[in-house]
């Protein structure tokens, strides 16, 4: 459905540049962060997770000092397990849950100029997650009847989805014209995973917040 859309947003955006006599130019950008993960809902399962990101935006004038800017990032994300919990008889969760997704961040905002060398953004929206692969090392159920080797499982056979959604805001400052820093926070729409325990149902939600360095071309 948001594809759809991108028609509308660039037309409004040419409309825009040739009201103002200008041309309408679209910056690209380079952005690496530092990530902090959240597991709302993981009850006592995992840890607060780190991680880190790598991608590129594209930022499309709108009118006045608005702006349209999505991207693509290539993420890697951790969560240890806080406790030894019952994956079957013969296995617990142990180690970290290891995440590498696809981010497909599209965000609306706004820009202000406080002086000649700095300017300000503030920006929202939404993020859709397309996780390549969740993987997670298990350790031996020590009390069950027969010894086992270590295990590795596949997570996306586990109840964690393929793809999760978020939604992104972000304050961010540009100096010398190409220089970037900012902070980002997403908030979980959809679950990151959703399956049975022996103790109930569990249901994760991957909150997060970065710090972002980039520059613009």
Known sequence: MKAEF??????????SAAQAHEPWSPVLGVRAGME????????????TGAGLNVGLTVRMPLARHFFFEPGAYFDFMSMTAKDLIS??????YEGAANLYSLRLPMNFGYSLSLDDNWVLDISTGPA???????????DPNFGAPEIVP??????????????????????SATFAEHYMIGLTADIAVSPLASFDTTSGK???????V????????
Request: a positive charge.
């Open 6 to 15: 991108l028609p509308i947003i660039v037309a409004l955006a040419s409309a």
């Open 36 to 47: 902090v993960s959240m597991p709302a809902g993981a009850r006592n399962m995992y840890k």
């Open 128 to 138: 859709v997650n397309f996780n390549i692969s969740a993987r997670q090392n298990l």
């Open 210 to 217: 970065a710090l972002m360095l980039g520059y613009n071309f």
């Open 202 to 208: 569990i249901r994760i939600h991957r909150n997060s």
């Open 150 to 171: 270590d295990r590795t499982i596949d997570l996306f056979d586990h109840g964690w989805k393929r793809v999760d959604v978020k939604w992104g805001f972000g304050i």
């Open 87 to 92: 994956f079957d008889e013969e296995y617990l």
